[in-house]
């Protein structure tokens, strides 16, 4: 099998015949030379499914590096004070996004900033420095009727409070790296 990359059209790829789409909804390209000679996501979003993980999880950039949220996610539930957790992509002027946390915590715990400096130095000792959490925030996590995370919900957020050109807007259980530089 020969990828040549993604197009930007999916629809371009269609062009000239034959072709078709797979299982997964992108457009192949069939020809006699290769089995299969491009290949064009017909959706910006690829998701990550594995054994370990079997619901989709979409990954994102930071500084140009590809984030899985699955993998930060499994280092914070680790820590014993966290019982959920779930990473987005969060806004940041000079990194495109950052990695942002929202956590729930184990009942009994107090959400505050020793709470939050625990969990961040916990993941930044687990992960390579690109892939740390910058940013976390306790609350509670929006969910699906089958209790599926709805991420999207969290996305928009993070945008909505970031996104503008106006400097950021922070919740009020929100924490930053930049606040345990000591």
């Known amino acids: 099998m020969h990828t040549r990359g993604a197009c930007q059209d999916p629809r371009a790829a ?16 069939l020809q006699t030379t290769a089995p299969i ?5 017909a ?37 014993p004070l966290v019982a959920e ?17 929202f956590v729930v915590l184990v009942p009994g715990a107090t959400a505050d900033r020793e709470t939050a400096g625990s969990v961040l130095a916990f993941a930044r000792e ?10 976390l925030e306790f609350a509670e996590l929006p ?13 928009g ?3 909505d409070l970031h996104g503008g050109p106006e400097a950021p807007i922070r919740g009020e ?4 790296e930049e606040d345990f530089k000591d």
């Open 14 to 29: 269609c062009a000239t015949p034959p072709c078709q789409r797979d299982r997964s909804g992108d457009v192949v390209t």
């Open 37 to 41: 000679s491009s290949i064009c996501a």
């Open 43 to 79: 959706h910006r979003d690829v998701s990550i499914r594995n054994d370990r993980n079997p619901w989709p999880v979409r990954p994102f950039k930071s500084s140009d590096y590809r984030i899985s949220p699955f993998e930060l996610e499994s280092v914070l539930i680790e820590h």
């Open 85 to 101: 957790a779930a990473v987005v992509p969060s806004p940041d002027p000079v990194r495109l996004s950052v990695p942002k946390a």
């Open 126 to 135: 687990r992960l390579a420095p690109y892939k740390r959490v910058r940013r």
């Open 143 to 155: 969910k699906t009727v089958s209790g599926k995370i709805r991420r999207v919900e969290l996305r």
């Open 157 to 159: 957020r993070e945008a």
């Open 173 to 176: 259980l929100e924490f930053w």
